[in-house]
């Protein structure tokens, strides 16, 4: 058995859109008003794990298509790759969507979809266990599509005679109904005073939107 490092080099991979969505409905926060790195800190102090580097990922909208919402990622992405954290972006993708509403009628709405976020997310973790990066990897999702990638890296952690840890942390409270973390992975939830010690207090709407 491959011995475990005394120093643990963590690289956290946030995926955006997961996060704000756990948030929204753990804690009711409606914008994403998170500070990655914060809590990639907070976390890999908690478990002392060493951060090495934050990266986040996010689709955002074309500005045609949403210019308050392309205009905020556009500032707070900018406000993040000053702080040094790896910024991953792709557009969004809208198609119409169709629902059925309690009453019975059917309401149609366009809804932007993110497309390859997972992958690349999926492509870094992997390779970065490649190049020998990390000992952790910390992914914040609750994307089950990822265990495949968690259990790749047990392959690679064995290939390479290494200790690897992947775990992943998600928002959750009594209101969550998604409660469960990326399969084959360790789970670390993070409750409501963890999140609020880590928010951005920045304004990144528009000024025109204020």
Known sequence: MAKEPQIKRTIAFVDGQNLF????EAFGYTYPNYDPHCLAKTICDYKSWQLTQTRFYTGVPDPTDDRFWYEFWSAKLGAMGRQ???????????????????????????????????????????????RNEYDVALIFSQDQDLSEVAEEVGTIAREQHRWIKVASAFPISPTSRNRRGIEKTDWIPIDRATYDACLDRRDYRPRWSR
């Open 21 to 24: 969505h756990a948030a929204r």
């Open 84 to 130: 040094g954290i790896v910024v991953y972006s792709r557009s969004l993708r809208y198609r119409n969507q169709r629902v059925r509403l309690p009453n019975g009628t059917e309401h149609t709405f366009l809804a932007g979809e993110e497309k390859g976020i997972d992958v690349r997310i999926a492509i870094d973790v992997i390779r970065l266990a490649h």
